[in-house]
């Protein structure tokens, strides 16, 4: 901002109108205690103006009575609201802060380094696009710094700083900087970062922050700010198959019936096709109101009220989307579950399930496995506790739409709520949503990527992973238009094996034709019937025809 | 394509779905209606998200009887605009005690008056949700507050009992009694707010733009002599100046600030050029250390 005051002074409206175009950044700071997180952002906000002269008494007072800097300006204390806070002299909650540049509007999310608050920092991390993670020159990476960056792996943040402060204690040794540089790479190849951007700098003396250091002429990357000016997060939301949660049907009169929602993914205008994720009916979007009038289009982040040229059944919960890709109903997603909360995870027990459409009834069926997040290893464990973090089976009491967390945030994305304390007890990112885990990664490509793949069946795997729950599994095909194949597991025929049944919803009578050559080439059993508009075939295994079959297959004949 | 999303486009979509989905997810909400910009902006937020409806709850504002005249004129005028029910409360114990700024310090009156009251009216109108216009910017503590902030029965917010908030997904469940204020202006800074009161020339009180208004000096802040029951004490005179708010509340805790500055742009300009926050203009922040956090704990908004 101070680069632009004569601006402001000379040219007000000018100044306003080249504001007007500015992007929004959302970040992390995270480390371990004493990393210098606070002292980072507060040398932020004050080296970007943000600090007013009152606050700058108010500081300096501080300072010399709580401050842990000899008196000198200690910036942390800008950022530790609470009093409790100050008495303990440590972060412990996130805390979001503000400042802006010529270029970019910034919110930065500080998170506390302390192990019990993993909480907060998968909080802060969950819409933040890029990672600042410190680490001290001195100690090089610590146990927490492994747990956060694997946090913010898991949250989906791609682009990583690795911050190396108090390299002032270290003399600025380039030795030092590129050790820790090479430990971090090889921690985090595993991680799928798409960018890690290390810099040496000292928060509490501004090198390298704001302007290239004199004391780092071996480095000759970007300062800190200059890197969050102009690093480029990918967006490609809006290029992806449209999702359209419903939040509200706005229904003022009879002449008006709007759906109310903001676009998670891809782009929308009016003439545009849609389908309702749960019934499979299909519209056309007619317009696109605001009330700044109507969009010739709208994109993935815009909310807007949307009105379709057929009268068909939509409420809160359901989903729009596009009818090429539509996104996966599922009763039993597999997920990444944060546990947030000092009471365990119950498997089995009822929670209910806040997706961006709908709160659903639902249970976890079975922990698959928690992460070590320190080694980033598997192991074997009966429930999740706190700050645990592990991949879960779900049971839902009804399909809901889903895509994979890594594809959408916002379509992917979940929180576990207690139905009596009330708290949100876990965050979860879902890993695949399809009741049959289909062979290719069809979610993740662009949609009709080519007309060719476009006739080619869509192989699916079933196994008894794939459709493990309590009750009956479902697989669910209404969401499949094209040819489909299925490939059978062994544990898949075990399963069968031992009296359970597969429900397969179909979309129409076309697709019996895959279900009953499998059924055929497993010596499989199968009940046909139709209810409404839908086809349904039960799978099963009869003991006693396979008997006979065996025993016909083995000469003794029928 | 449309080009990417300005940080305001942004700001203003994650404003409206807070906004929908309190409206969707709660049974009977309150908008809280200070007549101040910030006010004036989460209410025109509110009309977009409802287009062509109006917002589907009511305005509520806790009168303290000190406001602006101005204020007050304005808050009529915008209920009536939009067609929204406007309620309006007083703490007439307050009144009927004879609470006031001048004999009771500006805190206790302002928890009387200003705290109390708004507690009885969540109270006897049975809401479950409020919508506020605080933002995080503003003050430290504002900064660790959620979006759906949980308040108790008895209205408390303990700060370090806070549901963690991810992506957009809030947790709206209560209790009986039980209420959530929201902040859908969380994530605004003021000059955000300015910006887009600029861009979408919201209508605002009169008040912040500069004009001769007559004024006190009193503890170094020039107090607005609004109506009869300022008194002077010995040694004041009222003068007249070119003075500006740059934030509303009750008329005798308000400093102005000299200013020429009487259209937007000046506005801006003028408050990117000075270097004093926002809130100095209230009295009430400065009374103790930390004393918003204390006044927030005891369900001040």
């Not at chain 1, 504001?19 to 932020?44: A, N, P, Y």
């Not at chain 1, 009105?307 to 539509?326: F, K, N």
Request: charged fraction near 25%.
């Amino acid at each position: 901002m101070a680069h632009q005051s004569e601006l402001i002074e000379k040219d007000i409206l000018a100044y306003l109108k080249s504001q007007e175009e500015k992007s929004l950044l959302r970040f992390i700071t995270c480390g371990s205690v004493d990393d210098g997180k606070s002292t980072l952002i507060g040398r932020l906000l004050w080296d970007s103006k943000m600090i007013f002269e009152d606050q700058l008494a108010a500081l300096e007072v501080d300072s010399k009575k709580v401050g842990t800097q000899g008196g000198a300006i200690d910036y942390a204390l800008l950022l530790d609201g609470l009093q409790a806070e100050r008495e303990q002299g440590i972060t412990i909650d996130v805390a979001y802060r503000f400042f802006s540049t010529d270029r970019r509007k910034f919110i930065v999310a500080d998170t506390p380094g302390h192990e019990q608050y993993t909480r907060n920092m998968v909080t802060g991390a969950s819409t933040a696009q890029v990672a600042v993670i410190l680490v001290d020159a001195r100690k090089g990476l610590l146990t927490q710094t492994r747990r956060h960056s694997y946090l913010v792996s898991l949250v989906g943040i791609r682009h990583v700083v690795l911050a190396i402060n108090k390299m002032d204690l270290v003399d600025f040794d380039q030795q030092r900087f590129e050790s820790i540089l090479r430990d971090y790479e090889q921690f985090a190849a595993p991680l799928g970062f798409a960018s890690i951007t290390a810099i040496p700098i000292s928060a509490l003396n501004g090198d390298n922050i704001i302007e290239a250091s004199d004391n780092t002429p071996w480095y000759h990357g970007p300062a800190l700010l200059n890197y969050l000016e102009t690093v480029r997060v990918e967006d490609d939301t809006r290029k992806q198959p449209f999702r359209f949660p419903v939040q509200w049907v706005n229904r003022p009169h009879l002449d008006f019936r709007g759906f109310c929602g903001t676009i998670a993914a891809g782009t929308i205008r009016p003439g545009d096709e849609l389908q309702v994720a749960s019934s499979g009916r299909t519209s056309r979007v007619a317009r696109i109101v605001t009330m700044n009038g109507d969009l010739p289009e709208a994109v993935a982040g815009q909310a807007v009220t949307l009105t379709l040229t057929d009268e068909i059944d939509i409420s809160r919960g359901d989903m729009l989307a596009a009818t090429d890709a539509p996104p996966r109903l599922s009763r039993h997603p597999e997920a990444h579950l944060v546990w947030l909360q000092d009471e365990a995870l119950q498997p089995g027990k009822i929670y209910l399930v806040k997706t961006a459409t709908a709160v659903t009834p639902g249970r976890v069926t079975r922990v698959q496995y928690a992460v070590d997040v320190n080694t980033l290893e598997q192991k074997q464990v009966p429930a999740l506790g706190l700050n645990e973090i592990g991949v879960v089976r779900l049971e839902l009491d009804r399909p809901v739409a889903f895509d994979p967390y890594l594809q959408n945030r916002e379509t992917g994305s979940f929180i576990l709520i207690d139905r009596f304390s009330n708290a949100t007890v876990a965050a979860g990112m879902v890993i695949s949503a399809a009741p049959l885990e289909s062979a290719e990664a069809q979610l993740t490509e662009p949609p009709s990527s080519s007309e060719a793949g476009r006739f080619l069946p869509r192989r699916f795997i079933l196994s008894e992973f794939s459709i493990s729950g309590t009750e009956m599994g479902v697989a669910d095909l209404t969401r499949e238009w094209g040819p489909i194949e299925f490939e059978v597991s062994t544990s898949f025929l075990d399963y069968l094996g031992k009296g359970n049944r597969i429900l397969f919803r179909l979309r129409d009578v076309g697709q019996l034709e895959p279900v009953a050559r499998m059924a055929y080439e497993h010596n499989l059993n199968f009940e046909f019937g139709r209810d409404q508009d839908r086809v349904n075939v039960i799978l099963y295994q009869d003991q006693q025809s396979s008997v006979a079959l065996h025993a016909e297959l083995h000469g003794g004949g029928l | 394509m449309s080009p990417n999303l300005t940080h305001l486009q942004q700001l203003e979509a994650e404003s409206i779905h807070i906004i929908r989905e309190v409206v969707a997810e709660f049974a009977n909400p309150v908008m809280l209606y200070s007549i101040g910009k910030d006010s004036a902006v989460m209410l025109h937020l509110a009309r977009k998200a409802f287009y062509p409806a109006p917002p589907p709850f009511p305005l509520l504002h806790v009168d303290t009887t000190w406001k602006f005249r101005e204020m007050i004129q304005f808050r009529d005028r915008m209920a009536a605009e939009c067609g929204l029910d406007l309620i309006v409360h007083v703490n007439v114990e307050g009144v009927s005690r004879g609470v006031s700024p001048f004999t009771h310090g500006s805190a206790l009156y302002t928890d009387i008056m200003k705290t109390e009251g708004l507690k009885q009216a969540l109270d006897k109108y049975k809401f479950d949700a409020a919508f506020g216009g605080a933002r995080r910017d503003e003050e430290k503590s504002r900064a660790k507050e959620r979006i759906f902030s949980f308040r108790s029965a008895h209205h408390r917010w303990d700060p370090k009992n806070q549901r963690p908030e991810l992506w957009n997904l809030y947790n709206t469940r209560i209790k009986p009694g039980e209420s959530i204020r929201v902040f859908p202006l969380s994530n605004w800074t003021e000059l955000d707010v300015w910006q887009y009161i600029h861009l979408q020339q919201i209508p605002i009180v009169p008040l912040y733009y500069a004009a001769v208004r007559p004024v006190v000096e009193r503890d170094g802040m020039l107090i607005m002599v609004d109506d009869e029951r300022l008194v002077l004490e010995p040694g004041e005179q009222v003068q007249h100046k070119s003075v500006r708010f740059r934030t509303l509340g009750c008329y005798p805790l308000t400093g102005a600030v000299e200013s020429t500055a009487d259209t937007l742009p000046k506005i801006i300009q003028e408050m990117l050029l000075t270097r004093t926050s926002e809130r100095q203009g209230r009295l009430i922040d400065h009374d103790q250390a930390g004393s918003m956090e204390k006044k927030k704990q005891e369900g001040y908004f």
